[in-house]
């Protein structure tokens, strides 16, 4: 199966901050990668896909980048209500697999 | 607005079968998508359980495909998940999940989410 690691697993920062997530591959998936974000009691929703696709309604805020094995979730400046876990996926293989997950908390 | 609802027991004796559904409503389950079941721990990270086409056809977990089936029901635009052998282990937040391919797979659209407890 495909390895996903995130970094960091949390995160400190303050509102008005550039924030930026690295999701590695144990090998490569092309762009086979999606984002989401996940507040508590609450389902995971998407932010992106394909890498680098920005999901109809995400502020523009959120932006992905990266191919192969290295793949980063920015957001360029962080509001209130985008404190929360962050997650990515691939879908590479048939068998999808997360990273563990990174916690954005406020500074 | 395709929305998703699981149901299910929230209690499960250990040794025992969990079966959930997931209602799918504002979109047929016989549309280009793949449908999952994806869980959640109490504090850890999300875990893939599974995935239907309408066709029938399945792709699992290899570490969980021993123990679980997944079923889709069209004419009543819903889908099944069937997990045996529970343990402790088993006890999470089961969604069931919406997938869409592009180029890759990705979940648009997710069910709130049920609790399920594997106790004694």
Not at chain 1, 25 to 52: E, M, N, R
Not at chain 2, 87 to 108: G, L, N, Q, S
Request: charged fraction near 15%.
């Amino acid at each position: 199966d495909i390895q996903m690691t995130q970094s960091p697993s949390s995160l400190s920062a303050s509102v008005g901050d550039r924030v930026a997530i690295t999701c590695r591959a144990s090998q490569t998936i092309s762009t086979y990668l999606s984002w989401y974000q996940q507040k508590p009691g609450k389902a995971p929703q998407v932010l992106i896909y394909d890498a680098s696709s920005l999901q109809s309604g995400v502020p523009s805020r959120f932006s992905g980048s990266g191919s192969g094995t290295h793949f980063t979730l920015t957001i360029s400046s962080l509001q209130p209500e985008d404190f929360a876990t962050y997650y990515c996926q691939q879908s590479y293989s048939t068998f999808l697999t997360f990273g563990q997950g990174t916690r954005l908390e406020i500074k | 607005q395709v929305q998703l609802q699981e149901s299910g027991p929230g209690l499960v004796k250990p040794s025992g079968t969990l079966s959930l559904t997931c209602a799918v409503s504002g979109g047929s389950i016989s549309g280009g998508y793949w449908w999952s079941w994806v869980r959640q721990p109490p504090g850890k990270e999300l875990d893939w359980i599974g995935e239907i086409y309408h066709s029938g056809s399945t792709n699992y977990n290899p570490s969980l495909t021993s123990r679980v089936t997944i079923s889709v029901e069209k004419s009543k635009n819903q889908f099944s998940l069937k997990l045996t052998s529970l343990t402790a282990a088993d006890t999470a937040v089961y969604y069931c999940a919406r997938a869409r391919a592009t180029v890759d797979k990705f979940f648009d659209y997710w069910g709130r989410g049920t609790l399920v407890t594997v106790s004694s």
